[in-house]
Nanobody, 127 residues
Framework: VRMVESGGGLVQAGSSLGLSCTAPSLSFSSFDMAWFRQAPGKEREFVATITRDGLRVYNDDAVKGRFTISRDNAKNAVYLQMNSLKPEDTAVYYC?????????????????????WGQGTQVTVSS
């Protein structure tokens, strides 16, 4: 399943940046979506997820109050709005999707729970 992220770039600390991910061939409304990130030399880290029902869960330790995940099923798109960026937010950001069967949907935050991945987009925050 092809998923394409966009919106990364180089910004200064304190700035905002919005990421987008589209999945044209996905039965998008049936998928839970998530954002992960991976900094150099570190494991891939959960950032946020939004279930097919719209339930949002965040990695509060990392992004609490600063990042917002949203989705637009009509556009097969998921978004990550990042505010008050810090140098430690520097990473490659990946969107991920998983077919959601449970009712109601149960939020997941492990990489192994998601079977569809984008190629990643680089976010660099300078101090």
């Amino acid at each position: 399943v092809r998923m394409v992220e966009s919106g990364g770039g180089l910004v200064q600390a304190g700035s905002s940046l919005g990421l987008s991910c589209t999945a044209p061939s996905l039965s998008f409304s049936s998928f839970d979506m998530a954002w992960f990130r991976q900094a150099p030399g570190k494991e891939r880290e959960f950032v946020a997820t939004i279930t097919r029902d719209g339930l949002r869960v965040y990695n509060d330790d990392a992004v609490k109050g600063r990042f917002t995940i949203s989705r637009d099923n009509a556009k097969n798109a998921v978004y990550l709005q990042m505010n008050s960026l810090k140098p430690e937010d520097t990473a490659v950001y990946y969107c991920a999707g998983r077919l959601s069967i449970a009712a109601p949907a149960v939020p997941r935050n492990r990489t192994e729970d998601f079977g569809s991945w984008g190629q990643g987009t680089q976010v660099t925050v300078s101090s």
